[in-house]
């Protein structure tokens, strides 16, 4: 066999859906790692030309520049208030929230357990930095104790600021599709990530209920990392307070 | 269709969903709540989503993103749950979706009580949230005004692509008046080009109200404001009571409004040459019919029940060149009759002038009968 017989084989290409441009994200943050992954599933599912996007405010305010998909652009923290409003006019769409820690876990607070509550029918992808990027990496309700931010210059003292937010303890009550976290570093972590993503969006289609993918991403700039030291930062600090895994309509269970 | 007594919450919700209401996404505030009450039994029963929100906030984000499907969509609140849906509110107006927001208003401010007011006016007709928009606001005196301005409220906002409130002092929610409903309205089939729906053959929509380039901003800003003087320009609305001949105008709108109506009645059997100008319309706000009476009367008398929000935008037409006093309650206070026909009796019994502040004078008047 010659070399130019040997059979070729596509093992990555950049999924259709999602632009060629340069995405505004700083080196090193898994943002686009995330959007790459749902933009994936989406394809592959065949719901590019169903699903509707819910952008938050935050880095990845401008998501909807990434994907050819239709978006709107919610108010911080309101995304899932704005999810149920198309999916409830919408209802065969598939309907989901983009949103950082900042936006979910402490802005938005009430329309996250407001729409679980309900068990609306939408797929939430949440992106835990453990800081607010955009405004320059300020304390999170995500942020871990004792970690340095701008608005944390001592470290983020838990007693008085609180213990870093965890979903799957705030929500254990809601009737949720799915809930499970994962983590955009690392080639296992990634594939893991992408299989939560996937599954959170079939349950969501096959409506049973709201259906959640934390995703842990390193935010090198204002954790005042380089890209490696990031990464671990991430998998020997902030999974100690956020494991891994599925916690609701997982397979385990 | 005959009449019959109905509630104005009830009224007004029952005319949305009979104009073709295709969601509805409220939040529990008296005395708005019936509305909310009805489109609960309602809505599901024609199939229609109906969601009682976690809260104002949440309401006016679940219309927002109804809003951005196209599709027919209000919320109704009252004073203090508008106040929470200003953000969203912002939101709308940059995103240029259109809505129906329903205001029953209160009084305040602050959790205040649920009596009828006119306190919103600022915050809805000069807008409460961030930046530069208007809203069309509808000022309705009565249930069956209210009904008849409800499927225009829905037409306004698409034609322009904005919000419309209709703004009705709680007294209008909350009595029962014999009105006549209109008939069921097929839904709305064809989707406006710009509504997101799921991007076929990459053909992709973005709804956002973010642009981070100013003078990119700013063109997006003179949209809005050439759509508002169009609006100006063809949508004022307001009723005139025995203007033709009056020497003096009481300007009023809404539940104050139909009061002074009652006082300029009154004083015209006295033979008092008084006439009614009733804003409906209270944004885009009647200007040139204002203007044309400012040259004609001797003075106005402006009667709200607050402490005197549309009497500015009054004296802004009137601009010094006759008398405009002011009259008004407060705090869920509704004037009698009696009272604006006191008031009419000064204005037209002793001598005005344009010097000082109408509404320290007011205020001293209001002191020496409540104490
Ligand atoms: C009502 C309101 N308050 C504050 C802000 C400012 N703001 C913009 S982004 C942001 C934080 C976003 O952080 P996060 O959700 O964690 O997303 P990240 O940028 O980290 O991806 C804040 C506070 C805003 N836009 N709106
Ligand atoms: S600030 Fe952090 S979250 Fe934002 S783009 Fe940079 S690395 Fe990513």
């Known amino acids: 066999m010659t070399l130019a017989e040997v059979p070729t084989r596509i093992v990555y290409s950049r999924p259709e859906v999602l632009d060629k441009r340069v995405t505004h994200y700083c080196p090193g943050c898994t943002h686009g790692v995330a959007h790459r992954l749902v933009a994936e599933v989406l394809e592959e599912m065949g719901e590019v030309e169903n699903a509707i996007g819910v952008a938050s405010v935050g880095c990845s305010v401008f998501i909807y520049n990434y994907f050819n998909i239709d978006f709107v652009e919610a108010a911080h923290g309101r995304a899932p208030a704005m999810a149920t409003g198309i999916k409830r006019l919408l209802p065969d769409r598939t309907v989901f929230t983009y949103q950082g820690d900042g936006d979910l876990a402490s802005i938005g607070m009430g329309e996250i357990v407001g729409a679980a509550s309900r068990g609306e029918k939408i797929t939430v992808i949440f992106l835990n930095n453990a800081n607010y990027g955009m405004t320059g990496g300020q304390m999170a309700p995500t942020t871990l104790p004792g970690q340095k931010t701008t608005s944390s210059p001592y470290g983020k003292d838990a007693a008085r600021f609180g213990k870093p937010f965890r979903i799957e303890d705030a929500y254990s009550g809601f009737d949720m599709g799915y809930l499970a976290r994962g983590a955009l570093v690392g080639a296992a972590n990634i594939n893991r990530a992408k299989k939560m993503i996937r599954k959170a969006f079939e349950k969501h289609m096959d409506n049973q209920g709201l259906c959640y993918v934390e995703l842990l991403s390193p935010c090198p700039t204002n954790w005042n990392l380089a890209p490696l030291k990031a990464k671990d930062f991430l998998l020997e600090e902030m999974t100690k307070h956020f494991p891994l895994g599925e916690f609701k309509g997982g397979d385990a269970k | 269709m005959a009449k019959q007594l109905i509630k104005g919450n009830t009224a007004v919700a029952e005319a949305a969903l009979r104009a073709g209401l295709e969601g509805y996404f409220g939040y529990p505030i008296t005395p708005q709540t019936e509305l909310l009450e009805h489109l609960s039994a309602r809505?599901?029963?024609?199939?229609?989503?109906?969601?009682?929100?976690?809260?104002?906030?949440?309401?006016?984000?679940?219309?927002?993103?109804?809003?951005?499907?196209?599709?027919?969509?209000?919320?109704?609140?009252?004073?203090?749950?508008?106040?929470?849906?200003?953000?969203?509110?912002?939101?709308?107006?940059?995103?240029?979706?259109?809505?129906?927001?329903?205001?029953?208003?209160?009084?305040?401010?602050?959790?205040?009580?649920?009596?009828?007011?006119?306190?919103?006016?600022?915050?809805?007709?000069?807008?409460?949230?961030?930046?530069?928009?208007?809203?069309?606001?509808?000022?309705?005196?009565?249930?069956?005004?209210?009904?008849?301005?409800?499927?225009?409220?829905?037409?306004?906002?698409?034609?322009?692509?904005?919000?419309?409130?209709?703004?009705?002092?709680?007294?209008?929610?909350?009595?029962?008046?014999?009105?006549?409903?209109?008939?069921?309205?097929?839904?709305?089939?064809?989707?406006?080009?710009?509504?997101?729906?799921?991007?076929?053959?990459?053909?992709?929509?973005?709804?956002?109200?973010?642009?981070?380039?100013?003078?990119?901003?700013?063109?997006?800003?003179?949209?809005?404001?050439?759509?508002?003087?169009?609006?100006?320009?063809?949508?004022?609305?307001?009723?005139?009571?025995?203007?033709?001949?009056?020497?003096?105008?009481?300007?009023?709108?809404?539940?104050?409004?139909?009061?002074?109506?009652?006082?300029?009645r009154a004083a015209r059997e006295e033979g008092i040459k008084i006439g009614l100008l009733r804003p409906i319309t209270v944004a885009p706000f009647p200007i040139d019919v204002l203007d044309e009476l400012t040259e004609k009367v001797k003075a106005f008398l402006v009667v709200e029940m607050n402490a005197g929000q549309m009497f500015e935008d009054v004296r802004l037409v009137v601009r010094g060149r006759k008398p405009v006093e002011f009259f008004g309650r407060m705090g869920g206070v509704v004037p009698f009759p009696d009272e604006v026909l006191t008031e009419i009796h000064r204005l037209v019994g002793t001598p005005q002038t344009t010097e000082g502040s109408p509404r320290d004078r007011w205020l001293a008047r209001l002191a020496e009968t409540i104490g």
């Not at chain 2, 208003?105 to 649920?114: Q, S």
């Not at chain 2, 499927?151 to 008046?177: H, N, P, V």
């Not at chain 2, 053959?201 to 759509?227: C, F, W, Y």
């Not at chain 2, 009023?252 to 009652?262: E, K, N, P, V, Y």
Request: net charge negative.
């Open chain 2, 43 to 264: 809505m599901p029963e024609l199939g229609r989503p109906f969601v009682q929100a976690e809260s104002e906030l949440g309401a006016i984000n679940m219309v927002y993103g109804a809003a951005c499907t196209g599709k027919r969509v209000m919320t109704s609140s009252s004073s203090p749950g508008v106040s929470l849906m200003m953000e969203g509110l912002s939101y709308i107006a940059g995103t240029e979706v259109p809505m129906v927001l329903v205001d029953v208003v209160r009084g305040g401010p602050g959790l205040g009580n649920i009596a009828p007011a006119q306190g919103d006016y600022n915050q809805i007709v000069h807008g409460g949230g961030h930046g530069d928009y208007h809203m069309i606001v509808l000022a309705p005196a009565s249930v069956q005004e209210a009904v008849d301005l409800t499927a225009l409220a829905f037409d306004l906002a698409e034609k322009y692509r904005t919000i419309t409130c209709i703004m009705m002092d709680g007294s209008i929610g909350q009595m029962m008046e014999p009105a006549e409903l209109p008939p069921m309205q097929p839904l709305r089939t064809e989707i406006p080009d710009w509504a997101v729906r799921g991007a076929k053959n990459g053909d992709k929509r973005v709804l956002t109200s973010i642009n981070l380039d100013p003078p990119a901003q700013e063109v997006m800003n003179l949209r809005l404001m050439k759509r508002w003087q169009e609006i100006e320009a063809n949508e004022v609305r307001y009723k005139g009571y025995f203007l033709e001949d009056a020497e003096y105008v009481v300007v009023g709108f809404g539940t104050a409004g139909r009061i002074a109506l009652s006082a300029v």
